[in-house]
């Protein structure tokens, strides 16, 4: 059995860190000794992994895309085959525990920011935001028909509104009250209440 070697585990602690610090500061303004310091090693051994700090950003969120990418295929492989249900699994896993907790949500935010300046970020932004107008496209059509873009259109826009005041507001993440934000928008759109 080969061995796992460091690499991977100190890479996947810079990212946990990354994260973390991201979320504690509020904004992208840490530097890579914190993030470094956090994780346990040296700034130098960071940058030997990464690089650079934007390239320490850019995996940290690759990493919340996975898992957000993880937690929406399990919940829909886990909803009944029906638009509905669909529907609603794909907004409760945008705002499960592992996604919707203060350093998840700084992070988010602040990629909002990176994308804006750096190519790299716009196009995992972009990749995100396509498959998610395509999950709830698909989850739409049956039920608004040809109002299905618009109403994707708002939905994703209400989702990533949740995570700014989220950002904005202080006390724990309330994961309830955001998936009953965005379902009461659903319910509007489909008239179909749960």
């Given at each position: 059995?080969?061995?796992l070697?460091?690499?991977?585990i ?16 509020g904004?992208?303004?840490v530097?890579?000794s ?32 996975s898992?957000y ?47 804006q ?50 950002a ?27």
């Open positions: 059995m080969p061995k070697g460091m690499e991977p100190r890479k996947a602690a810079l990212v946990k860190a990354t994260i973390v610090e991201i979320g504690r500061a904004s992208l303004d530097t890579v914190q993030i470094a310091k956090r994780a346990g090693m040296s700034s130098a051994l960071a940058h030997h992994y990464f690089g650079s700090k934007e390239d320490i950003f850019l995996a940290a969120m690759r990493h919340i895309l898992l990418g993880a937690e929406v295929r399990g919940a829909l492989a886990a909803s009944a085959c029906n638009p509905e249900a669909r529907l609603q699994a794909i907004v409760r896993a945008s705002f499960t525990p592992g996604n919707f907790r203060r350093e998840a949500i700084g992070a988010w935010l602040n990629f909002y920011v990176l994308a300046t750096v190519p790299e970020a716009r196009r995992l932004l972009s990749v995100y935001q396509r498959r998610l107008r395509s999950n709830l496209l698909a989850c739409l059509r049956p039920l608004v028909g040809t109002r299905a873009d618009a109403v994707a259109a708002g939905l994703g826009a209400l989702i990533d509104g949740v995570y700014l005041r989220e904005l507001k202080e006390g724990p993440p309330d994961s309830a009250s955001a998936v009953a934000t965005v379902m009461e928008f659903v319910a509007s759109e489909t008239g179909k209440r749960n």
